[in-house]
């Protein structure tokens, strides 16, 4: 799959921007804050629908316009996918592909797969567990609608039972039968999605070991591990075993939405104990980890979005991370860097047609 053309019209700080691309390798070089990231954002936006990086879409509108159209041209299977996206201040955002606007966004999803690595990225080491869950959810999302209707379904109980909760607290009163069809439900849709995410992670973990051993020369120890009380418990019996403490708290304290993925290296967590360059590399080979199951979930190759990534990154790792690329069957590729001299060395080691576009 590939991305041939890209035009913009007021996307953040480009009033009007016309782009044709190469089948493999596209490189935006140029100072800080010249639209690099945004027009890879623009790229992501027509994949998903929305920005990768502000997803509050009105911000997404040039400042002082009152609309944004992005518009691209895909190739996938010989086939040309004509998408538009476009979006006028207070009104709803529409994605038409091929003259035709979609009536739930999440149609669209999966249709171009694409797969980004970003600064942004550190969020999934450095934050709270709900960026991780998210990362391992539209993952699986992408390939299974039927998960993401069951993780619909799951977070409208927990809200219920949460507000449910709050009225017993309230009203000082409590119904153990009224909770009861909460629990049976949050039982029913958790326990498939645990199963899911942990089918995912059995063959998900492997892959991202590999790449990491790949990046780094096999010079470090790193792990990742599927956290969730359900690997020990039914969530009906952890859902009995926290009442009393669900009732003093007025929310839902055990189930899926609390399940987490843990980062070590050498043991210790990553986030605490490994150094930027380690830490970028553990993302790296996160994302070429879901390029990989993407690819053999969909069929389709991915485009790779690589958003200033060699910065902190030893000469080494650049050079594995070449390698990589190299042999194992990329797609088109988007890059984006300050540096363009060291963008055109990088590039020329790939041996793959290449455009360096300088803003
Ligand atoms: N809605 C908007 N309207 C106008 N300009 C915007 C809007 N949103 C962001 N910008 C501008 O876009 C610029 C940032 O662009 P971007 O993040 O693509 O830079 P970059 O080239 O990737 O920079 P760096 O090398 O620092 O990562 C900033 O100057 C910012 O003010």
Do not use: W
Not at 60 to 76: A, C, L, P, Q
Not at 109 to 123: H, M, Q, T, W
Not at 160 to 180: E, I, M, P, S, V
Not at 206 to 222: D, R, S
Request: proline share 2%; hydrophobic share 35%.
């Amino acid at each position: 799959m590939q991305l041939r053309q890209l035009s913009l019209i007021n996307y953040k700080n480009f009033e009007s921007k016309e782009l044709a691309f190469d089948a493999k390798i596209n490189c935006f070089v140029g100072a800080n804050g010249i639209g690099k990231t945004n027009i890879l954002d623009a790229i992501y936006h027509l994949c998903f629908g929305k920005s990768y990086f502000n997803p509050v879409s009105s911000q997404n509108i040039r400042h002082g316009s009152d609309f944004f159209v992005i518009d691209g041209t895909f190739e996938k299977e010989n086939r040309e996918e004509k998408i538009v996206c476009s979006l006028k201040k207070n009104n709803k955002k529409i994605i038409k592909r091929n003259g035709k606007a979609y009536d739930r966004f999440a149609d669209h999803i999966g249709l171009l797969p694409l797969v980004i690595i970003s600064p942004a990225d550190r969020d999934l080491i450095i934050e709270g567990s709900e960026t991780r869950r998210k990362f391992i959810d539209g993952v699986i999302s992408q390939s299974d609608k039927s998960y993401l209707q069951n993780l619909i379904n799951y977070n409208k109980v927990v809200s219920q039972r949460n507000a449910l909760l709050k009225y017993f607290a309230a009203n000082r009163t409590f119904n153990k039968d009224t909770l009861a069809v909460y629990d049976e439900q949050m039982h029913t849709y958790g326990s498939e999605i645990f199963k899911k995410r942990t089918t995912f992670l059995e063959s998900f973990i492997p892959i991202f070991q590999e790449q990491y051993k790949a990046i780094t020369g096999n010079t470090e120890n790193v792990s990742l591990t599927y956290e969730s009380k359900l690997k020990s418990n039914d969530l009906l019996s952890l859902l009995s075993k926290s009442l009393d403490k669900d009732r003093a708290l007025q929310y839902t304290s055990v189930g899926v939405h609390k399940d987490d993925l843990s980062f070590e290296i050498s043991e210790y967590p990553i986030k605490k104990f490994g150094s930027q360059g380690q830490q970028k590399s553990f993302l790296i080979a996160l994302k070429f980890a879901q390029f990989h199951f993407m690819k053999s979930q969909s069929g389709t190759t991915p485009i790779l979005i690589l958003d200033d990534i060699f910065d902190k990154l030893d000469e080494n790792r650049v050079s594995h991370i070449i390698t990589l690329v190299n042999n194992e069957n990329f797609g088109q590729i988007f890059i984006s860097d300050t540096h363009a001299d060291r963008t055109e060395s990088i590039v020329k080691k790939i041996h793959q047609s290449y455009k360096i576009f300088k803003l």
